[in-house]
């Protein structure tokens, strides 16, 4: 599942992307797609315990989470090297949890908030405003409520929202209108449904589903019409994101026999494989811009979360070590910088 909350999202993806299985004795290894080819640097937030990177735009602002050491799980965009900590507020009180997202071509950030023990609720964070987004069938507990996901140069919304039963039913927002949408195939039983995770400006939208056998499975939308995604050689494909204009599509998948998840990027009918070099286990991307520059979070030697930007070889640049890789001066006080410099190439 894509861009929610640090909880939410390893829940589901440990749970059923991750989930143990056996190959068939004596079957021979299934051809998955070859590795992309580029560079990875790391994108962590000053002082931060872990960082999730969620999205990026065609300009190169990112959006995403993070946390410190026994705090709070907090917001972030950056762009230039400038950060802006976003903290959604509830009844005068900071939430437990606000976790951006996407970002718009028109800077509008939508994401997550979340009191302690409360339901999620969406939120549009625009000029400085947080607006609540709420479906209205969404659950009223802890572990239930609505998240949104995905916004496009219109304004039209995508996320999902979990009822009071533990089902998730994806749902589209326009105009102040909700409406929701299943994908033919989704499971009806807690942890099983349909999740919307991004659009692009021209209404193709992207999500996953699980299915009553717990299998994960991609598609893109459009029309009306469902399309399904899935990965060669994968048992389960996750598709967490599409761009805004060349709909490249961004996921996660697992093969059979094997607990660690990697990801891929599926562009122009290729497919190809996103590891992060350092990863100790999981590679999770989260989205990625129209050239082909994608962010997420891997699992480190620790078992802690930490942002990665990947850029594909035909878009690298040389550039000596700095900010993302884009600068070697110094960080200037409280700005945003790597906790690891410079570029690393993928094997």
Not at 40 to 61: F, K, L, W
Not at 83 to 99: Q, V
Not at 112 to 133: C, N, V, W
Not at 219 to 248: E, K, N, Y
Request: charged fraction near 15%; include cysteine.
């Amino acid at each position: 599942m894509r861009k929610v909350s640090a909880g939410v999202i390893v829940a589901v993806i440990a749970g059923v992307l991750l989930l143990p299985a056996t190959a068939a004795a004596g079957a021979a290894p299934p051809r998955t797609p070859p590795l992309a080819k580029g560079t990875y640097v790391n994108v962590s937030v000053p002082r931060a315990a872990s960082t999730m990177a969620e999205d990026i735009s065609d300009s190169g602002q990112i959006v995403g989470c993070f946390s410190r050491a026994h705090g709070p799980e907090r917001g972030f965009s950056e762009q230039q090297g400038k950060l802006t900590i976003l903290t959604h507020r509830s009844g005068g009180r900071p939430s437990a949890l606000t976790c951006p997202a996407a970002v718009s071509s028109t800077g509008a950030i939508v994401g997550s908030y979340e009191a302690k023990a409360r339901p999620m609720h969406g939120f549009l964070y625009l000029h400085g405003i947080f607006k609540t987004i709420n479906a209205p069938h969404a659950g009223p507990e802890s572990g239930e409520g609505t998240v949104a996901v995905g916004i496009n140069k219109a304004g039209v919304i995508v996320g999902y929202y979990v009822t009071a039963r533990r089902i998730e039913h994806g749902f589209v927002l326009r105009d102040g209108r909700f409406r929701t949408v299943d994908a033919p195939g989704a499971g009806r039983t807690p942890r099983g449904g349909t999740v919307l995770n991004g659009i692009a400006d021209d209404g193709t939208i992207s999500g996953l589903y699980n299915s009553a056998d717990g299998r994960q499975h991609g598609f893109w939308l459009r029309r009306g019409v469902f399309h399904r995604v899935s990965v060669p050689g994968a048992q389960d494909t996750a598709v967490v994101c599409i761009s805004q204009h060349t709909r490249m599509l961004v996921g996660a998948y697992r093969v059979a026999g094997h607990r660690k998840s990697l990801g891929f990027t599926f562009r122009h009918g290729v497919y190809r494989t996103l590891r992060e070099p350092l990863a100790g286990s999981d590679t999770i991307p989260q989205c990625g811009n129209d050239s082909g520059e994608v962010v997420g979070f891997y699992f480190g030697s620790a078992e802690v979360f930490r942002g990665f930007q990947f850029t594909p070889a035909a878009a690298a640049s040389p550039v000596v070590p700095g900010m993302r890789g884009r600068s070697a001066a110094p960080a200037a006080p409280g700005g945003f910088w790597p906790a690891r410099t410079g570029l690393r190439q993928a094997k």
